[in-house]
Nanobody, 131 residues
Framework: EVQLVESGGGLVQAGGSLRLSCAAS????????IAWFRQAPGKEREGVSC????????VYTDSVKGRFHISSDRAKNTVYLQMDSLISEDSARYYC????????????????????????WGQGTQVTVSS
């Protein structure tokens, strides 16, 4: 059973930075993708960033390009989301999601695949940006 545990959220002032972590266990996929989604109150869950183990492809939603950076440490089975120049619109609960990326259209690229294509989810970590 795949387990994803997020950490690193918190309260930060606008312009500040946070680094989220997603620790994964129980993976048995040779090729997989891990994505970060976020959901603010009253809004739909949206894809923020994605990284694929196939070739290291990374994808970002337009609103975070140039400010967020996704990376992975395969030895630690952890994916990170470095978030810089945070703005109030980044406030949301951030979720880590994962699934096999071995067949079908890529989960990462050219856009982040829809929610239903990711079968494993973490509980989320709250990010609040004060203006």
């Amino acid at each position: 059973e795949v387990q994803l545990v997020e950490s690193g959220g918190g309260l930060v002032q606008a312009g500040g930075s946070l680094r989220l972590s997603c620790a994964a266990s129980g993976f048995h996929y040779h090729d997989y993708a891990i994505a970060w989604f976020r959901q603010a109150p009253g809004k739909e869950r949206e894809g923020v960033s994605c990284i694929s183990s196939r070739d290291g492809t990374t994808v970002y939603t337009d609103s975070v390009k140039g400010r967020f950076h996704i990376s992975s440490d395969r030895a630690k089975n952890t994916v990170y989301l470095q978030m810089d120049s945070l703005i109030s619109e980044d406030s949301a609960r951030y979720y880590c999601a994962a699934d096999s990326d071995a067949w079908g259209s890529p989960l990462c690229g050219p856009r982040i695949a829809p929610i239903m294509r990711f079968g494993s989810w973490g509980q989320g970590t709250q990010v609040t940006v004060s203006s």
